[in-house]
């Protein structure tokens, strides 16, 4: 017996070409960059990229604790980063996200 016509595994292959489909010609044209704080998140993967294990940003007006923001996808970025640059890491991780 095979699966159902409506299985779980092809409904999220569907949700997951459609949501490329939508979000890819948005992403190459670069339209996060007219959005209010995609370039905070791009500074906070830049210092994660300048010192992974500072938590104080001081070029952030007096100061700023890195920590108030959760980390991760802000290292993620830095990280991919070293080989493709920031912005383009940037783009890649706003596709998987």
Known sequence: ?????????????????????????LVAAARYRR????????????HYRRGWWSLWEPRWYTGFS????????HQVIALLSLPLGLEAAG????LNG
């Open 66 to 73: 890195v920590t108030s923001y959760p980390p991760l996808v």
């Open 91 to 94: 783009a890649v991780v706003l």
């Open 35 to 46: 959005s209010f704080d995609a370039y905070v998140h791009l500074f906070f993967a830049d």
């Open 1 to 25: 017996m095979g699966r159902p016509l409506s299985s779980p595994d092809r409904r999220l292959r569907q949700a997951v070409a459609l949501a490329l489909a939508f979000h890819w010609p």
